[in-house]
């Protein structure tokens, strides 16, 4: 019987979580998620200057709000010194690894003395070959034991055996003067302790996985399945990056983009199934597998991203949609926090707005009316609209919406009809003003709609503060 599958995402915190770190995390947790197996998070915090606790805040915001869940961790590798120490020790006692005591200077030096003979700079194995008494002084660090000769092969489950040089490698150091483990070591021994089968990651650390794969095999830990994905790259085929624009997860969040828009279009970068599009997340865990995981680098479509967002937008139950709008609400000054307002209530704008919207922004913007007390005019369309011609038109509106006793689309529709007809003006000269009057601009749902949304008593009043600025117009 195989193990069970055990993955991690395991990001450094030193900044944001980026979407291609979002896509390899997703790799992963659909991974775990379609084999039944665990998706443990790690925090790679050992490089202490770079590290933030803002930034794991942060990555761990990004990941509660895609629903990428996991079911170990966060590990934190700050936490684990003891077990790395131990790991060092372990291969000095077995001669897999050596003190050097080479100081920076001499190694400077040597370093030097390569480049000038035209050699690529590695260590030169001064310490590993040191006998007689141990020089003075503390070591500055340990360094791995590495074959001088051969090859090195990394099977990666996506590029098939992938063979390194193993003169390429030098004895490379896993303790720094500091006592901290460098990063390949730490990463081998976590995935070694944490048991992960299958190590999924951006194909920027195919170059680390020789060392990784020699560390495995030194501290006799049987090595994971690779999987390298290829990297995200921008439209000009450069590797994504801020020029791009946004690239942060959460600045898709604020931008109004719903988390499932953002997984499904991530999903198809370099993963496909037919030539479907649009999957649910069940369809997503069904469908994936390695074998459909293209290593020809993908290109981030922003359009694309777009267009997935306005079609979850659309087949989002409104309610489900109100979770997402709510903070956004707040965030655009739309709602004070803590208003109080359940997500029904949120969501009773949602079906007369989400034909429309491409974003959450540009939904809470367009219901704005609708939330809030005091509306905010378009002062163009007031002056255009709302004049004294219409007066009289407005007064016949209101009148007939206050003797209707439940408003209705079509008593409503007819009651404006009605008014167009008697004044001898298109429905849409009454109703243009109206939608001012009612909603501060000349772009809302339709009017009918947003009389009924607002309900008798706002639209009365709204209307009756309006004949009145019309009246002080004079
Ligand atoms: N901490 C590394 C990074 O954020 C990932 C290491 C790995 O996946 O092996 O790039």
New binding site residues.
């Given amino acids: 019987m195989t193990d069970p599958v055990r993955v991690?995402f395991?990001?450094?915190p030193t900044g944001f979580l980026h979407v291609g770190?979002v896509r390899?995390a997703l790799f992963n947790w659909l991974y775990a998620r379609h084999y039944g197996g665990q998706f443990i998070l790690r925090i790679?915090d050992t490089d202490a200057s770079r590290s933030t606790e803002e930034s794991i805040e942060e990555i761990l915001a990004s990941m509660k709000w895609l629903g990428l869940d996991w079911d170990e961790g966060p590990h934190r590798q700050t936490k684990r010194q003891a077990l790395y120490r131990e790991k060092v020790d372990q291969l000095l006692n077995e001669g897999k690894a050596y003190p050097c005591f080479c100081t920076p200077e001499e190694l400077d030096k040597k370093r030097e003395e390569a480049q000038a003979k035209g050699l690529k700079p590695k260590y030169d194995g001064t310490c590993r070959n040191r006998s007689g008494a141990t020089p003075e002084g503390a070591a500055s660090v340990v360094r791995f034991k590495a074959p001088q000769e051969g090859t090195v092969t990394v099977r990666d489950l996506l590029r098939g055996n992938v063979v390194f040089q193993n003169e390429e490698l030098d004895d490379f150091i896993i303790l720094r003067t500091d006592g901290t483990p460098t990063?390949n070591f730490v990463?081998v021994v976590d995935?070694g302790d944490m048991g992960i089968t299958h190590?999924i990651?951006?194909d920027?650390?195919l170059s680390?996985s020789p060392k990784q794969a020699l560390l495995y095999d030194g501290l006799d830990i049987p090595r994971p399945e690779f999987a390298h994905i290829s990297m995200i790259l921008g439209s000009d085929k450069t590797r994504l990056s801020k020029r791009h624009g946004a690239t942060s997860a959460l600045a898709y969040r604020d931008m109004g983009y719903l988390p499932d828009a953002l997984v499904n279009y991530l999903a198809r970068l370099g993963w496909s199934h037919g030539d479907q599009e649009i999957f649910t997340r069940k369809e997503m865990i069904e469908y994936f597998s390695l074998e459909s995981v293209t290593t020809s680098a993908a290109v981030f479509n922003p359009e694309k991203l777009q267009w997935l967002n306005q079609q979850y937008i659309q087949n989002t139950p409104p309610v489900d949609l109100a979770r997402h709008l709510a903070p956004i609400l707040v965030k655009e000054g739309i709602l004070p926090e803590g208003h109080g307002l359940s997500l029904e209530e949120i969501a009773k704008p949602i079906p007369s707005l989400n034909q429309r919207a491409e974003t959450l922004v540009e939904m809470a913007q367009k219901s704005a009316f609708y939330f809030k007390t005091e509306l905010e005019f378009d002062e163009k369309a007031r002056s255009k609209f709302l004049t004294a011609e219409i007066k009289p038109h407005l007064e016949k509106i209101a009148s007939g919406l206050s003797e209707i006793n439940v408003l209705e689309h079509d008593s409503v529709e007819t009651l404006f009809k009605q008014v167009a007809e008697e004044a001898g003006l298109k429905l849409g000269k009454v109703a243009q003003p109206v939608r001012v009057a009612l909603t501060g601009s000349t772009t809302s749902p339709g009017i009918y709609d947003v009389v009924l949304l607002l309900g008798k008593d706002t639209t009365l009043k709204r209307l009756s503060e309006m004949i009145g600025f019309i009246k002080s117009r004079g």
Avoid: L
């Fill in positions: 991690r395991a990001p450094s770190g390899t790679e990063y990463v995935d190590v990651r951006g920027d650390h680390n």
